[in-house]
């Protein structure tokens, strides 16, 4: 069974069909025959992110995980058979831009591929923003990612932006989606906290309207003593109004942008290193081994998050380099193997930074496990783990919230993949997405008909 491709089943109706074992309890939705993974322990050394050998049924109801076992009995309204492949807890996007996802090439496109001509061309497309045009295009690009099985996601929101449209947009999207995707919205200084008079003022602003995690862009301030500034004045923020803090940190190829060793600080000094987090930290990268190596043990004190974007890092970096040209993705690996929290984030979805993208976070974790060389079976599932469980821990999902055991939140995926190396792979599809125990998207696997020429002769 495991390895026959999937073939969608037509939907039982409760009691008589097939799939009902006897009398039993009644359930609104059964998953049948899925191999359930459990990312319990992804730290290095351990055998990580193992599947069960067993056959597992999943039955839930009023929106929560009621029982998990093999052949469970009891009847569903709706009987979902996952014919032997992976039951994951869902995606978790911990990093993107909603707002100016889906722009490519409007006005014009990144012919640099620079972080910095991204961001002027952004400058002038906000120019001709409306409340429409980001919550169309913010949709789309929400239903792209649950497609294949995101039911969390972190977006930075330009709150440099006078009339902060973007901002109520995705305010107003925020509370329209709650009912099948989780959406949190970081203030996010995209100009620079001091690059303009009312910038810091418009950040606030953010925040006093229920934006819910306080962003900074220190490394593109206008001086080192700017950005050291704006990350002490966002802390204070942050815990004025009660907020988490997620920092673009050091996104550049400068050895000498240490900003990280700033923001870790204030994480120690504040207690707050679970609640804060460095977003990107490519020049890491570029520090020497004897700097990063004392870095590495105040960031083991600070306890902060990490987030790498891998897909859009690997392509702004390094572009001032001839050869040997720097990769500019963080020490991922490194990070991992000293315990820190790492996930990775899609960044963008054709953009002004990034033309390209699916939506599909396994293209993510694939790209996190060539650039950062982690190849081995351990590595491959800690990848796996960064963008599921990591990513939850990263954005503050706890409890009942995530992973399935039951009483939980029925949020989970189901892929077209028996094991983890096989997903990452195909980077296979979300053949059903289950949201608060709805059965929000289901995806039919392409199939592919032969026609080989048979004993042709030459
Ligand atoms: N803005 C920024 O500062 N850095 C990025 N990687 C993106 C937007 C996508
Ligand atoms: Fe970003």
């Not at 996802?101 to 910095?116: K, V, Y």
């Not at 020490?331 to 984030?345: D, F, M, P, Y």
């Not at 599921?388 to 409890?399: C, E, K, S």
Request: with cysteine.
């Amino acid at each position: 069974m495991a390895n026959q491709p999937y073939s969608p089943q037509p939907d039982s109706e409760s009691e008589g069909t097939s799939n009902s074992l006897g009398d039993g309890p009644s359930y609104d939705l059964i998953i049948r025959n899925g191999r359930l993974l459990d990312l319990s322990d992804t730290k290095p050394g351990n055998q990580c992110c193992d599947t069960q050998p067993e056959l597992t049924d999943i039955a839930m109801g009023d929106r929560r995980i009621l029982a998990i076992g093999p052949n469970l009995p009891g009847h569903a309204k709706q009987t979902i058979d996952a014919q032997g492949n992976l039951v994951s807890p869902p995606f978790v996007e911990s990093h993107i831009h909603l707002d100016s996802i889906l722009t490519a090439g409007e006005p014009r496109w990144n012919q640099s591929g620079t972080l910095f001509e991204g961001i002027e061309i952004w400058g002038d497309r906000k120019q001709s923003l409306s409340q429409a045009d980001v919550k169309a295009r913010a949709l789309a690009a929400l239903k792209l990612q649950a497609s294949h099985g995101v039911l969390h996601v972190r977006s930075h929101v330009d709150v440099s932006e006078p009339k902060l449209i973007a901002l109520h947009a995705l305010l107003e999207l925020q509370e329209d989606v709650r009912p099948w995707i989780d959406l949190q919205l970081v203030a996010f200084p995209q100009d620079g906290l001091y690059g303009a008079p009312q910038n810091s003022d418009l950040l606030e602003e953010a925040l006093k309207l229920g934006t819910d995690v306080v962003g900074g862009i220190p490394h593109y301030e206008l001086t080192r003593e700017d950005g050291v500034s704006s990350i002490h004045r966002l802390f204070d923020l942050a815990e004025k109004y009660d907020r988490p803090l997620d920092f673009h940190c050091d996104e550049i190829d400068d050895p000498q942008s240490r900003f990280l060793e700033v923001v870790a600080a204030c994480a120690l000094r504040r207690e707050m290193g679970h609640r804060t987090t460095a977003s990107h930290t490519t020049a890491f990268a570029s520090y020497d081994n004897g700097y990063a190596t004392k870095l590495m043990g105040l960031l083991r004190r600070a306890q902060i998050n990490f987030i790498a974007n891998p897909l859009i890092n690997i392509t702004l970096q390094g572009r001032g380099d001839s050869y040997p040209k720097r990769r500019g993705v963080t020490r991922v690996k490194e990070l991992w193997q000293a315990g820190l929290n790492v996930s990775l984030g899609h960044d963008c979805i054709q953009d002004p930074w990034y033309g390209l993208g699916s939506g599909n976070p396994l293209d993510v974790a694939h790209m996190a496990i060539h650039v950062c060389q982690m190849t081995g079976q351990e590595e491959i599932s800690a990848c796996y783990a960064m963008v599921t469980r990591n990513g939850a821990q990263t954005l503050g999902i706890q409890g009942q919230k995530y992973g399935l055991q039951i009483g939980n939140l029925a949020n989970l995926v189901v892929l077209n993949a028996t094991t983890l190396r096989e997903a990452l792979s195909q980077r296979g599809m979300a053949i059903a997405v289950i949201s608060q125990g709805h059965c929000l998207a289901q995806t039919s696997p392409p199939q592919t008909e032969w026609q080989l020429p048979a004993n042709r002769t030459p």
